[in-house]
């Protein structure tokens, strides 16, 4: 059975790849070999890497990522860390600390390509290979590695000895090729932010000490030998002999591989409907309550994702205690646990759903963040939303005072920031995030939501496998939405231009009333307005752009809306005329679902005072 599971994701891939004309992407295939000694904190590894240039180019040197070496005095994690003016409390000058058998490094034994020692140096968490024959286009060529490394003391994501006692969180643990995309290398220095890899295979047999429990990336492919409630009836029992059991992991089409290990670790599952088994593993302490109480809210959770933004590929997942916080990998999540039940949820809710947008999807994280964090973020709370059944219009309220908060400063940065060079991580943290996030609901307000959640549904089953970019989110929005959509990215992505705009003046004009909207920020939208009668009944406007080249499709609230004249943003004022009184009107509100990202929503709503309209300068006239 395995075997067609592995075939299938193969052929999806092999599908996606051929999807958008003229796309490629490198491939690549990872043995390993890994012997850990609990004793010292180090392992030995071979690595044998077969590396396929899909690209038109002739590739002269490679780079592989060396991310253990970020945990050592004077690295660049450790001088970031200490030089900017909000550190990361997980970090700030723990590096500096660390003692010679608490520091991470790799050490190469050496590097062979078909054979051949090949020139390499370590800069950093950078190693550089000048190949002595360049990789051709549409060749193949296998790389042969051996290397030793000593786990770091658990700081930022990976390590040993975490606050919560977990043994190891063994994440960007090996030497990893870098990616070579359309754009060229992608060798970033490891100094915190987040990650960009080659699609491909992984086999990987870890020897541990027999009293470890080890779960995360890929298929186990010894369940009897390891057992632990991994034991698949229908294996054949292998004998164990000597201190160590070595676990066998085979994991298709990933672009990482993680794991983590601990003597305590608690084996837990739960099934989905679809037959994913959802793994659990945590030490059985006075939290092992809180993470068995998990399963029915991962298993609802995972459900609700794969019904809304497309199925999960694999037959696993994994849910495991470690780390620093909640990180996500290909088919696992490390998470640590203290605190509230609400909060494991949450988080797990979170880090689960990176698997379809980092995962599967997949985006280059260092220059996108916001297509990883903020999506993820929109369907955590979407998911939490369905979770605990609140049925709230905007069940992102939290972040989008999170953006107006940075907005309203002189600290915020665009979206198209690289992660590595915010000026500040809480401003990385709210763009990330809060802003991120706010994109995508304030789309559904601008294209419909029923537009918006069909774009998410076909973004993932068109890219997945395939590592998307804003341009490729766009057209897939402007297809299902049949609207220009320029705009929209180029303002709240490329810019930090601020939304605000106001009820200015209800006027009476004989039985009839005149309504005028300011603009007063600098990013022009399609507005909503709601025109509330004295006798309870509502009437819904609303007043696309002339840019967009078309009108929302079916949103949020299903109330018969009209749609006006457009509105041709470079006019500062819109004036629209209504068959209502205004000695009938109790207000008039913009925006009533609260989707848009108006920095001062206290100039939403007007009560009409018959106040004169400004006269100096003439509204566009949109009745």
């Known amino acids: 059975m395995k075997r067609i599971v592995l075939s299938l994701v193969a052929m999806t891939t092999m599908l996606s790849c051929t999807a958008q ?17 609990v004793e010292t904190n180090r ?21 592989y990522h060396l991310y253990y070496n970020a945990f050592q005095p004077g690295s660049m994690m ?3 860390s200490r030089t900017i003016e909000d550190p990361d ?112 295979d992984f086999d990987v047999k870890i020897s541990i000490d027999k009293n470890y429990v080890l779960g995360g990336t890929g298929y186990i492919q010894n369940p009897q030998e390891v057992g632990c409630g991994y034991e698949d009836p229908s294996k054949k029992m292998v004998s164990v002999t000597g201190n160590k059991k070595t676990w066998h992991f085979k994991a298709p089409n990933v672009h990482d591989f993680a794991w983590a290990a601990d003597p305590d670790f608690v084996h837990d599952t739960t099934m989905l409907n679809n037959g994913t088994i959802i793994h659990f593993l945590f030490q059985n302490d006075t939290l092992g309550e809180n993470w068995r109480n998990l399963k029915s809210f991962a298993k ?17 997942y994994s849910v495991i205690q470690g780390g620093d916080g909640g990180m996500e990998y290909p088919m696992c999540t490390l998470i640590t646990s203290e605190g509230s039940f609400a909060g494991l949820v949450s988080v797990t809710i979170h880090e689960g759903i990176h698997s379809w947008f980092q995962g599967i999807l997949a985006t280059n994280e260092a220059k996108y963040a916001w297509m990883d964090e903020g ?22 309220s939290r972040n989008y005072m999170g953006y107006i908060r940075l907005a309203q400063t002189d600290k915020e940065e665009p979206l198209t920031t690289h992660a590595d060079f915010y000026k500040l991580n809480g401003v990385y943290g709210s763009n990330a995030y809060s802003k991120g996030a706010v994109l995508l609901m304030q789309l559904g307000y601008v294209i419909g939501e029923e537009a918006l959640m069909r774009t998410m549904k076909r973004y993932f089953n068109e890219w997945k496998f395939k590592h998307p970019t804003p341009l490729d989110f766009k057209r897939i929005a402007e297809k299902e939405s049949g ?59 609303n007043i696309p752009m002339r840019i967009m080249r078309g009108e929302k499709g079916e949103d949020i609230i299903k109330v018969k809306r009209e749609t006006l004249v457009d509105w041709p943003w470079v006019y500062p004022q819109y004036t629209f005329t209504i068959d209502i009184p205004v000695s009938q009107i109790a207000e008039v509100v913009i925006d009533p679902t609260n989707r848009l990202a108006d920095i001062e929503p206290t100039n939403n709503t007007l009560v009409p005072n018959g106040s004169p309209a400004s006269e100096e300068i003439v509204p566009f006239k949109g009745n």
């Not at 490198?26 to 070999?33: A, G, I």
């Not at 959770?301 to 999960?312: I, M, P, S």
């Not at 993820?376 to 992102?396: I, R, S, V, W």
């Open 89 to 200: 409390p997980r970090v700030e000058d723990r590096i500096a600390k660390l003692s010679k058998d608490e520091i991470g490094f790799h050490e190469i034994k050496y590097l062979k390509k078909n054979g051949v020692a090949q020139k390499y140096e370590m800069v950093g968490t950078i190693l550089e290979v000048e190949l002595d024959q360049p990789i051709l286009p549409g060749k193949k060529v296998t790389f042969e590695m051996e290397f030793e490394s000593q786990v770091p003391l658990q700081i930022r994501r990976t390590g040993r000895d975490n606050v919560e006692g977990i043994e190891y969180s063994m994440t960007q643990w090996y030497p990893k090729m870098c990616e070579y995309d359309k754009e060229g290398w992608h060798a970033n220095p490891y100094i915190g932010r987040e990650f960009h890899g080659v699609w491909g």
């Open 21 to 37: 004309k003229g796309y490629w992407q490198q491939r690549v295939e990872y043995t390993m070999e890994i012997d850990m000694d």
């Open 483 to 541: 609207l220009e959509l320029d705009w929209y990215f180029e303002q709240f992505v490329e810019t930090t231009n601020t939304i605000d705009y106001a009820v200015k003046s209800v006027e009476a004009v004989g039985n009839k009333s005149e309504i005028t909207l300011e603009r007063i920020g600098d990013m022009p939208m399609p507005i909503d307005v709601i025109v509330y009668k004295k006798d309870g009944d509502l009437i819904w406007y």
């Open 375 to 396: 999506y993820c973020t929109f369907a955590q709370y979407k998911t939490l939303d369905y979770l605990y059944e609140k049925n709230t219009l905007n069940p992102l």
């Open 300 to 316: 609802k959770g995972f459900e609700y994702v794969n019904a809304n933004f497309g199925e999960y590929p694999y037959k696993q």
């Open 78 to 80: 450790d001088v970031r």
């Open 43 to 63: 392992f030995s590894g071979k690595q044998k890497l077969v590396y396929e240039n899909n690209s038109p180019d002739t590739l002269d040197r490679v780079f």
